[in-house]
T-cell receptor, first 113, second 113 residues
Framework: NAGVTQTPKFQVLKTGQSMTLQCAQD?????MSWYRQDPGMGLRLIHY???????DQGEVPNGYNVSRSTTEDFPLRLLSAAPSQTSVYFC????????????FGPGTRLTVT | LAKTTQPISMDSYEGQEVNITCSHN???????ITWYQQFPSQGPRFIIQ???TKVTNEVASLFIPADRKSSTLSLPRVSLSDTAVYYC??????????????FGQGTELSVKP
C-alpha cells in the first residue's frame, strides 16, 4: 500500500489564482480530512469527510472547497488564493469515521505571493 | 470542544523517561484522549489513545486520572530519535455524534545526548 499520497509536494501561486491539492489513499479508509499547519499554530482542521459524498467543515474552512466523489480521493480546492493561505497542508485518513488513529500524508508546502 | 494545554517545550537526555502532561479541564463524557508525534517536514503519526486509567503499547504509556481533567504521555528511555513535537488531542470522532479531532499547539521535545 502507498498509504496517503499528496501532490504536489511544493507549489507557488500568485494571489487570486486557483488550484487543487490532491489527496489519495489506497487503504479503503472511510474518513479523510485536511489540515493546515502554520508556525506556532499546530494543525488546524479545514474540512473532513466521513464517506463518499459526505463532507463537513472543520475549524478554518473559509477559502477552501472539498468534495468526495470516491472513497479514495479527497481533493482540496483553493478558489482564489490569498497570502494568508501560505501554509503546509496535510491530508489524513482513518479506517472508519469512529477511529482515532489517523494516517497522514507527507504534506504540500504552498506559498502564495 | 475541549481545550488542551501542554507545555510548549521540554528538554531531556537520552535514556531518561519523559512525561508530558496535557490539561483538559472541560473534557466531555464521550471524549477520548489521543496523542500524536510529528517529526520535522513529516505528517503527524498516531502514538496512543485512551479513555481512562492506563494504556500501554510498544511505544508509550498513557496515564489518565479518574477525573480525566488531565493526561500524561510517558516515553520510556528516550533516544535522540524521539526529538519531535507531541500533540494531545481531546475529543470525539466524527463517527460519534459529529465529533471533530482538533490539534493543539503541541510540546516540542528535545532529547540531548
Amino acid at each position: 500500500n502507498a498509504g496517503v499520497t499528496q501532490t504536489p509536494k511544493f507549489q507557488v501561486l500568485k494571489t487570486g489564482q486557483s488550484m487543487t491539492l490532491q489527496c489519495a489513499q489506497d487503504m479503503n479508509h472511510e474518513y479523510m480530512s485536511w489540515y493546515r499547519q502554520d508556525p506556532g499554530m499546530g494543525l488546524r482542521l479545514i474540512h473532513y469527510s466521513v464517506g463518499a459524498g459526505i463532507t463537513d467543515q472543520g475549524e478554518v474552512p473559509n477559502g477552501y472547497n472539498v468534495s468526495r466523489s470516491t472513497t479514495e480521493d479527497f481533493p482540496l480546492r483553493l478558489l482564489s488564493a490569498a497570502p494568508s493561505q501560505t501554509s503546509v497542508y496535510f491530508c489524513a485518513s482513518s479506517l472508519r469515521a469512529d477511529s482515532y488513529e489517523q494516517y497522514f500524508g507527507p504534506g504540500t508546502r504552498l506559498t502564495v505571493t | 470542544l475541549a481545550k488542551t494545554t501542554q507545555p510548549i517545550s521540554m528538554d531531556s537526555y537520552e535514556g531518561q523517561e519523559v512525561n508530558i502532561t496535557c490539561s483538559h479541564n472541560n473534557i466531555a463524557t464521550n471524549d477520548y484522549i489521543t496523542w500524536y508525534q510529528q517529526f520535522p517536514s513529516q505528517g503527524p503519526r498516531f502514538i496512543i489513545q485512551g479513555y481512562k486509567t492506563k494504556v500501554t503499547n510498544e511505544v508509550a504509556s498513557l496515564f489518565i486520572p479518574a477525573d480525566r481533567k488531565s493526561s500524561t504521555l510517558s516515553l520510556p528511555r528516550v533516544s535522540l530519535s524521539d526529538t519531535a513535537v507531541y500533540y494531545c488531542l481531546v475529543g470525539d470522532v466524527p463517527g460519534n455524534q459529529g465529533g471533530k479531532l482538533i490539534f493543539g499547539q503541541g510540546t516540542e521535545l528535545s532529547v540531548k545526548p
